[in-house]
């Protein structure tokens, strides 16, 4: 039977110290920066997805015990069989896994931990649900689940129902992290890709509040004469 170990041992069979060193520095990993700590192997997310494959059978006790590792890319790679797992699951099933990702959230610890299942679990499970976690995590002291609060309505964008994104994206327009100024823009811009009138619509309510980034974040695919007015703000 594949365990814990079989998945450790796969990854750090193709660990890289070179790709270490450049992921310690890409993920903010020095002292004060938001991934302070954080350690790597070295893995390509390609690799680690493969692993994630032939392992996506391990239970659920082991997953739990590859999120408490130190290492970035064995929380990863636990993160993509859970995702797995949640997709494959009949509805009790996913329920169950739902409720072992919240349990399990401290491990989802940096922002690719969070874009690579919030959408897809938490998203996806809490659609036709009460959201009210989403709208408590948008006001918590903690970066990462600030961020599952405004990526989990990814999964919403995607079936078309953005209340819920513009209105996590206004609890969030004075957050202090540059993070989470990227997550809310980057959600916007989705969100307008569905509906271009209403997310203009909230731009012109907020973007004289918006950090610079998330502003440009949200517009980045108008073009190029319209984003210009609106981050002038000579526009209607």
Known sequence: M???KDVENALKS???????????????????????????????????RNIAKKYRDIPL?????????GYHEIRLTALFILVHKYRKADIPGKEKVYRFYMDHLDA??????????????????????DKTVLYKFAKSDNLWERRVSIIAT???IDQGYLQDTFRIA????????????????????????????????????HHSEMPRTMLRYSIEKFPDDERRMI????WG
């Open 2 to 4: 594949k365990t814990y």
């Open 14 to 48: 193709i660990a890289d110290k070179d790709i270490a060193e450049h992921s310690s520095r890409f993920f903010k990993t020095g002292e004060g920066e938001y991934g302070e700590g954080d350690v790597f192997l070295g893995i390509r997310v390609p690799e680690q």
């Open 61 to 69: 006790d082991d997953v739990s015990v590859l999120l408490e590792a």
């Open 108 to 129: 989802v610890n940096n922002w690719d931990l969070v874009d690579s299942s919030a959408k897809y679990i938490a998203g996806h499970y809490l659609f036709e649900k």
């Open 154 to 156: 990814h999964y919403f």
């Open 170 to 205: 206004e609890l969030l327009l004075q957050d202090t992290e540059d993070l989470i100024h990227k997550a809310v823009g980057w959600m916007l811009r989705e969100a307008g890709k569905k509906d271009k009138p209403s997310l203009l619509s909230f731009l012109k309510k």
């Open 231 to 234: 981050l002038t703000g000579n």
